[in-house]
């Protein structure tokens, strides 16, 4: 295929009855062509990658850049003009040396023994919302009361950040994560994440506490903007990913009977089954980089300035990495998936949301063994228009004991 070829749109519609699968049209695209050109909303032509070599490469190749003012935004309806640069903080939009500074201040906090030693804290904060079900029971709505507040609580704790604020904050990092908001209504709602946060880290700067903000503010050098971004930055992700993935691997296991009851069977499972999940739902569904440089791919010039669109959900589905990708399997090893994605930016709090992801829903099948859905599946409501996927609400019922 040549660079010539008619570009491509970003397909985002998923087909109807199939809250699962990645848009119609990406499949067929990775099979015509893992790396096509594409059109963007704003005239430029880049390129669209949807097979699994051509994305992990390029999510690991420094000579693509992650900054937001050199990209070129994938989505309908967004920004007009130029992106701003990503606001002090977000590591998302950096590339090194500044996102390795500040991905070495924290990598020693979010290891994977660090974040087993939270599994207890995990489990019982589980184990309390379990509680508050059966008494509520014998139905809920699964997103308001489970998958939301664990992961909440969590990084909550973790920061040191009160969860009685959660109202205020709540809002606003679910508003800085909405594909379709007005780019006004994502800058007012990041300034009112930033003025919560201000006001929190000049508290840590006063009073000592032990938790991650206060250990940052008392040990590391950085400034109070710094402080406040990375703070804002690390509530807004460990708030909204790990609890969709909470609901909408409930709503997939329940959808597929037969998985749901292999992992009730076998608890052991769990490690595996998120892993499955993970690949199979890619909640985080696309990014985006920045050609740097000219890069030569398989036969391919990508030009300096090109913005390549990376469709981590479609590469999941690859058949060329994954036999039957289609096919939800507790029982898989989706090692290497690309669910938290890759490389440099590879999710910082993979580790946490693993442990919470492995203890909530395994103890949800297990204390309530008939759990099942209150709506026929069409009725869930999906989260189109957001950069995290997922249902806004998963309406649930069960047999009281």
């Not at 051509?54 to 003012?69: K, N, T």
């Not at 050098?221 to 909470?246: P, S």
């Not at 769990?270 to 999940?277: K, N, R, S, T, W």
């Not at 297990?366 to 869930?380: D, G, H, I, Q, S």
Request: proline content about 8%.
């Amino acid at each position: 295929m040549s660079d010539q070829t008619a570009p491509v749109t970003l397909p985002t519609e998923r087909a109807a009855g199939c809250p699962f699968d990645p848009p119609t049209g990406l499949a067929g695209l990775r099979e015509r062509a893992p790396l096509t050109r594409m059109a963007y909303p704003d005239g430029h032509v880049g390129w669209l990658a949807t097979g699994y070599p051509a994305v992990r490469a390029i999510l690991a190749d420094q000579r693509f850049s992650s900054r937001y003012e050199l990209l070129h935004y994938p989505f309908p309806g967004g920004p007009e003009g130029p992106l701003p640069p990503a606001p002090v903080g977000d590591m998302t939009g950096m590339d090194a040396p500044e996102h390795t500074r500040f991905r070495r201040l924290l990598m020693g906090r979010f290891t994977v023994r660090r974040m087993r030693l939270l599994t207890e804290r995990v489990v019982e904060i589980t184990e309390e919302h379990l509680d508050a079900l059966e008494h509520h029971g014998p139905g809920a709505d699964l997103v308001e009361k489970y998958a939301r507040p664990i992961p909440a609580l969590m990084i909550c704790e973790l920061l040191g950040v009160p969860y009685a604020d959660r109202e205020r904050f709540q809002g606003h990092a679910e508003t800085v994560m909405t594909t379709d908001a007005r780019p006004e209504e994502q800058y007012e709602a990041m300034l009112g994440l930033q003025e919560y946060m201000a006001e929190l880290v000049a508290a840590k700067r006063v009073l000592t506490s032990n938790d991650l903000l206060g250990d940052l503010a008392r040990d590391a050098d950085l400034t109070d903007e710094e402080l406040v971004g990375i703070g804002g930055f690390l509530l807004a992700a460990g708030l909204d990913t790990t609890a969709n993935m909470i609901a909408h691997g409930t709503f997939a296991l329940l959808s597929h009977p037969d998985q749901a009851a292999a992992l009730r069977a076998d608890p052991e499972l769990a490690p595996q089954a998120v892993e499955e999940l993970m690949r199979y739902l890619t909640v985080a569904p696309t990014t985006v980089k920045s050609a740097l440089e000219d890069v030569m791919w398989e036969g391919q010039l990508i030009r300096a300035g090109e913005t390549v669109t990376l469709s981590l959900e479609a590469a999941n589905r690859d058949p060329a990495r994954f036999t039957d990708p289609d096919v939800l399997d507790v029982h898989r090893a989706a090692t290497g998936h690309l669910g938290f994605g890759h490389g440099i930016h590879q999710c910082l709090g993979q580790q946490l949301a693993r442990v919470e992801m492995t203890v909530a829903i395994p103890a949800l099948f297990r204390r309530l063994p008939t759990l099942r859905l209150a709506v026929p599946p069409e009725e869930v409501p999906p989260r189109t228009g957001m950069n995290i996927y997922g249902v806004h609400r998963l309406p649930v019922a069960w047999d009281a004991r």
